[in-house]
């Protein structure tokens, strides 16, 4: 048996994405900045598909720029609100994702702005008293909040309204990473009242090499890839029409059926809890999997046993899919810094499994088998 529990690094394309953008990929070859028909049809489609982004969250189809994908957008908002915006002050989060912690660091070296890491709890929580005694503390500086809605490897939430409302009282821009959370919950950016959002497609099973970023129409920046006019002058480089298409259409399944899909990955991630707590000694989850927590992952700390160093390869022998981390991080050796952040014990193996809407009960069943057997518990 095959289990894909790797959900958070990557999903399964929709079926349904895949004969959307057949067509496209067929018949509309046409540079979208050229004058003649095929180039117009071209744009005529990339607007369309701007439009109805726009409306899956309540944005302006001004305020959509499509994207390579969620790490450039984050490198967007970090470097252009310093080029741009006159930010000199970050505040951050050690456990955010590496596509922002990275970037602010290099900003902060490169062009001597202040960065600023906000406190967690153990279970990895932001602490938004830590938050407005840093915002308060910086008052004087032109400050950029970027905090992710849901972290990555341990699926803790924060409260976008409440930090947007803080970040807002303190005069500071607010950017969230939205990459985990896009497609599964519904944002509306008037009521956030938030600066930027940040999006990835093939986190919702849309195809790789596509993401968008909102910029509040409130703000202007300019963009850090030149080099031609595209995207309203704001990201040079032919657009990926077919993955416009594709991040379209799987926004618009989505939010079709937003509510079933929450309730069958919810159901399955609370019976791997329930099975994991019964057959499975001495584990212990990290985050807060039954509190405000992203309900398609979980992060599980097993015991120590002789196969540390190869628990990853045995589920994989035994046709699991899952990862110890953020795969974003494969291949390093130094730990998930998100663990390391919130005080995990760092001597045992820690494993997400991450869950999708093409997951079944007799998946989660055969994962636990799999479990039970790797530690031989006995059945």
Do not use: W
Not at 48 to 68: C, D, H, L
Not at 196 to 223: E, M, R, W, Y
């Amino acid at each position: 048996m095959k289990v894909y529990l790797d959900n958070a690094a990557t999903t399964a394309i929709d079926p349904e994405v895949v004969q959307a953008m057949i067509p496209v990929l067929e018949k509309n070859y046409g540079n979208p900045s050229s004058i003649h028909s095929l180039g117009r049809e071209s744009r005529v489609i990339i607007e369309q598909a701007r439009k109805k982004v726009a409306s899956f969250i309540n944005a302006a189809p001004a305020e959509i720029f499509f994207t390579g994908g969620g790490t450039e957008a984050d490198n967007m908002v970090l470097r252009s609100a310093v080029q741009d915006l006159g930010v000199n002050h970050i505040i951050t989060s050690p456990i955010e994702h590496h596509a922002v912690i990275d970037t602010a660091e290099v900003v902060e070296k490169n062009q001597g702005i202040k960065l600023s890491l906000v406190k967690h709890d153990a279970q990895g929580y932001v602490d938004l008293n830590s938050l407005e005694q840093l915002l308060a503390e910086n008052k004087d500086r032109t400050t950029l909040v970027s905090l992710m809605h849901a972290n990555n490897e341990i699926g803790n939430r924060i409260p976008l309204k409440k930090v947007a409302d803080l970040c807002k009282q303190y005069g500071a821009y607010f950017h969230s990473d939205t990459v985990q959370t896009m497609c599964h919950y519904s944002f509306d950016v008037r009521e956030l009242d938030i600066d930027f959002l940040t999006c990835s497609a093939h986190k919702f099973h849309g195809p790789k090499g596509i993401g968008f970023l909102f910029v509040n129409q409130d703000i202007q920046i300019k963009p850090i890839i030149t080099g031609g006019a595209q995207e309203r002058n704001m990201r040079a480089g032919t657009e990926n029409i077919y993955g416009i298409v594709g991040l379209t259409k799987a926004m618009e399944i989505a939010y079709r059926d937003l509510d079933a899909h929450q309730k069958h990955v919810q159901g399955l991630k609370t019976y791997m809890i329930k099975q994991l707590k019964e057959n499975i000694p001495s584990i212990s989850f990290n985050g807060d999997p039954e509190g405000d927590s992203l309900y398609t992952v979980l992060n599980v700390t097993f015991p120590n046993s002789e196969m540390d160093e190869m628990l990853l390869y045995n589920f994989d022998i035994e046709g699991v899919c899952v990862s110890g981390g953020s795969a974003c991080s494969s291949g390093s050796n130094v730990g998930s810094h998100v663990l390391r952040g919130i005080g995990a014990d760092m001597t045992k193996p820690a494993i997400r499994f991450s869950f999708s809407k093409f997951n079944t009960k007799e998946e989660i069943d055969y994962t636990i088998k799999v479990i039970k057997e790797l530690f031989a518990v006995n059945a």
